[in-house]
């Protein structure tokens, strides 16, 4: 089956697409390392859209195997903007820039969106990519 998969690193959003995953009718599971909580939705009610949201991927990045019917989304941010975000926590990532040109060589182009919060979240990026009808909400902002 194929999912949605998160992979941004902690401070640039995937909190918020999650929240924007189940609203477009997505379940799955998110987890935030930096604060160690996550959600896992119950997904016995056949739901076939699911998703994973997982900002510790950078830990697997190499080691991750990408099916061809997965689509992954990198949240992303500012690079002096998310230092100064990550900076006030205690917690050992990669460099944002290295992380995203390291996602950028590892995973398909046509499977990749990168989504960026100094854009703004727009739904309409997102719903291009995943082909889901745009919803009449504000795209949510978790964290922000």
């Not at 999650?18 to 379940?27: H, K, P, V």
């Not at 703004?120 to 997102?126: A, D, I, T, V």
Request: proline content about 4%; some cysteine.
């Amino acid at each position: 089956m194929a999912q949605v998969i998160g992979i941004g690193l902690p401070r640039t959003g995937s909190s918020s697409l999650s929240a924007a995953l189940r609203i477009l009718g997505y379940s799955g599971t998110s987890w935030c390392d930096l604060h160690h909580k996550g959600k896992i939705d119950d997904l016995t009610d056949g739901t076939y859209k699911q998703f994973f949201v997982d900002n510790s991927f950078f830990q697997q990045i190499n080691s991750m195997l990408f099916s061809a019917s997965n689509q992954f989304i990198l949240t992303t941010r500012d690079a002096d903007d998310w230092r100064t975000s990550i900076a006030r926590y205690d917690y050992d990532c990669p460099d944002i820039e290295d992380y995203e040109a390291k996602v950028r060589l590892a995973i398909p182009e046509q499977q990749l969106l990168v989504i960026s919060w100094d854009e703004g979240f727009r739904w309409q990026k997102l719903c291009t990519f995943l082909n889901q009808p745009v919803p009449n909400v504000d795209f949510p902002c978790i964290n922000c």
